[in-house]
Every structure is written in C-alpha cells, then in structure tokens.
C-alpha cells in the first residue's frame, strides 16, 4: 500500500472539473490500459452533491471508537464487523453487534494482537464474510497499520457460527502473499472443489486475485501487476473537494450470481472489470490464459467494496460523491443513495433480509493521507437499504 503527495492546485482544476457530475445514468466505457484520471470519467447526469439525501437507508449501529471496515450478516441476522488495525486503538478487531453495540469475536483471547504468536491471534482484520454453508470467515491481512507482514500474520479462518469456535485456519505461504501484500476482500463458492474455493483481492504489493483451495489449503495468486488489478498512473482522486493522489490495487471484489465470473476493481481507478471462474479456480492455469479470460466492463466510479445480488445486480460506492450506486444487467448504472452522510462506503453486503448493507468509515480522511492531521468526524457508520434481492449464494 502506498500513498503519494498531494499533487499541486491544477490538478484540483482539471480533475474536478472532469468530475463534477454525481448522478449515474447509461453505461460507459474506459479502457483497462492504465488511463491518467481524468481520462477515465463516464458519463452522468449533474446533482448538487450537498443537496438532499436519496434512497431510503436506515443508519443501523453507530461507532465512536476504532474506524470498521468490514460488514457481514448470517442467514438468521447476526451481524458482524471488523476494525483493521490501521492507528486507531484496537482492543478487537473482530466483533458480533449485540444491542448495537460491538462484542469481541469469537473471545478477547483471539483478538489480542500477538507478534510472538501470529498464527494464532487476530493481527489486524480487513474483512469478514459469512459463506453459504453459515461459516464466519475471517480474513487477517497480517499487516498493523500497513507496515508488512510476516508468515503466519495473513491468514484465513473460519469460525462456526453454532459452536461460535474457530474450525479452520489457513496460512498463506510467502510466495502467495509476500510482506508487502494486503490482501482485501473475499468471496466463495462451496460448489467447487471438495470443501469449496474462496478468491481475494490483493490491494497491495503485487496486486491480482488469490484462489484458496478450502479443502487442501492450497492457495495461488494470478493476474499479478495485470492492468486490470493495478491502479491507474496518475490516478488522483478528488475527495472533500481536494485531489488526494492514491496507489491501491484490486480491493473490490463481487461474484456473479450463476459464479461464472468474478467482478473487481482497483480502488484508485474508475474501471470495472471481470475474469472466468472456472480459470481462476484451476491451480493449472497460466497467468495468460487467467489474462485471455478478462473482460473490461468501462467505467465505473471510484469504489472500495464491491457486491452482487440474486438479480444479476452490482453494487458499490462512490466515494467522490458520497452515494452508493447499482449496476444492472445490461451495464447501466442508477445512484440508489446519496448523501453527506455517506462519506467512504467500504464494504458492502447483502443479506437474507433483502437488503443492501455498508460501512460508512471516512477512509481518507485519516491522518496516513493528510500528513497526520486526522480528519474523521465520528461517528462511523453502518447503513442499510432495501434492494428487493437476496445475497448470492453458492453451495
């Protein structure tokens, strides 16, 4: 993970100019050949960004302490979070919200950071995912506040949400996540393999997408410094009106609901794009014949987290325009919420209930990009809204 310096007040100019509109219509089409930022914009419709809220989302749990990240609920509704230690005082980093309120997850005991024992204790937690089969899984970058990672640190466990202990975990070897990796996001389908494969992004180092073999442990990386995983060059992002240069690689991730494609993106880029299945899933396949399976699906907005429905649907978060967006089938693009309210939507899930949810966490606003000075205005948020859709399920 990287972060550049501020570029000068010319970029403010060009780059904001190119993105003023806020109102997604149509589809658009950018090509995946690491364009300059201001070549990569979609077309759109203007919105005042400090007009009135849209959508009708609901503000479920409110945090005032460490900065969330990750967002998960289980087919009976419970609901699970993550705080990555990323600078803010982390005393867990995996949690269950009770009454609203976040309770160390699956204990204390393994949530305690542990540099003598990584393996073992939860080190610092960027996302969690509740699979098809009711599993909470648990993925641990093993990097505190982006300073690289050890063996042991990065990992992946399960837990059994009936016996609330953990049943899996899994070690990446080097050569799949190296120190400086960062791996992201992750999702699953049960019905390949013997136990299922999970696939995650990696944001950092070398960037691309890990299949994980849940049955052997086996893991592989592709689509390493791919153009499709790495960030746009000169990618400069316009966030509370400020041009705030950024160097994250493939970090969204959503399957398809028929799981013969999974969509992902660089976080700094406004591209979307997606590969076979069946091609990440053989521990056989080259990098180029991953690389053939690519499609670049254009323009998109700038977004952390990405999800899928049962629909066919896509959905992510604008984070230069505070509103989520919904990506139908036939590549058209409709802004379902916006507001000064959601400033960063991170990760997004939807769950058995019909709804969308997001973690709302002013990702940028912290003090690794401002030279210090943090930003953030508490409390962080988890928002939901109704889609009419349910969570894309396989196995």
């Given amino acids: 993970m990287k972060r550049r310096a501020y570029l000068g007040a ?13 109102q997604l219509t149509g589809s658009a089409s950018a090509a995946l050949t690491r364009p300059a930022a201001a070549a990569t914009t979609g077309p759109a419709t203007a919105a005042p960004a400090d007009g009135p809220t849209m959508g009708q989302y609901k503000v479920v749990a409110q945090f005032s302490d460490a900065m969330p990240t990750g967002i998960t609920v289980s087919q009976d509704g419970r609901t699970f979070v993550c705080f990555p230690r990323l600078g803010d005082n982390v005393p ?9 309120k976040p309770v160390p997850y699956p204990d204390a005991e ?35 506040q982006f300073a690289g990672s050890s063996y042991g640190g990065p990992k992946l466990v399960a837990i059994d949400l009936h016996t609330n202990r953990i049943v899996r975990t899994i070690l990446f070897p080097t050569s799949v996540v190296p120190a400086n990796s960062y791996i992201n996001d992750m999702r699953f389908d049960l019905r390949r393999g013997a136990a299922g494969m999970a696939f995650i992004t990696d944001a950092g180092g070398p960037n691309g997408i890990i299949a994980v073999d849940l049955a052997t442990g086996r893991s592989w990386r592709r689509l390493a410094g791919d153009p499709s995983t790495v960030p ?80 066919g649907r896509l959905y992510g978060g604008d984070e230069e325009h505070n509103s989520i967006w919904r990506r139908n089938p036939d590549g058209t693009y409709q802004t ?50 109704p889609i009419n859709a349910g969570p894309v399920r396989l196995g």
Avoid: C
Avoid at 92 to 100: I, M, P, Q, S, Y
Avoid at 234 to 258: C, H, K, R, T, Y
């Fill in 232 to 311: 746009d060059q000169n990618f400069v992002s316009i966030l509370d009106g400020q041009p705030l240069p950024n160097e994250f690689g493939s970090d969204g991730i959503a399957i398809s609901d028929d799981g013969k494609r999974l969509y992902y993106s660089p976080l700094s880029s406004r591209r979307l794009a997606s590969v076979s299945l069946d091609a990440l899933a053989d521990p056989h396949a080259t990098d180029a014949q991953v690389a053939a399976t690519v499609r670049n699906l254009g323009y998109k907005p700038m977004a952390d987290g990405l999800e899928s429905d049962t629909k």
């Fill in 110 to 144: 393994v949530n305690r950071q542990d540099p003598a024992d990584l393996a073992g204790h939860f080190q610092s937690v960027q996302s969690v995912v509740v699979d098809p089969h009711d599993r909470l899984w648990v993925l641990d970058t093993g990097s505190p």
């Fill in 10 to 22: 010319a970029a403010l100019v060009v780059t904001a100019a190119s993105l003023g509109a806020t």
């Fill in 92 to 100: 867990f980093t995996v949690a269950e919200l009770r009454d609203g």
């Fill in 336 to 385: 379902i919420a916006q507001g000064d309210g959601l400033h960063w939507i991170d990760t997004l899930s939807v769950a058995s209930d019909r709804h969308l949810y997001a973690i709302v966490n002013q990702f940028d606003r912290q003090g690794i990009f401002h030279n210090g000075q943090d930003l953030r205005r508490k409390p962080y948020l988890l928002v939901r809204l």
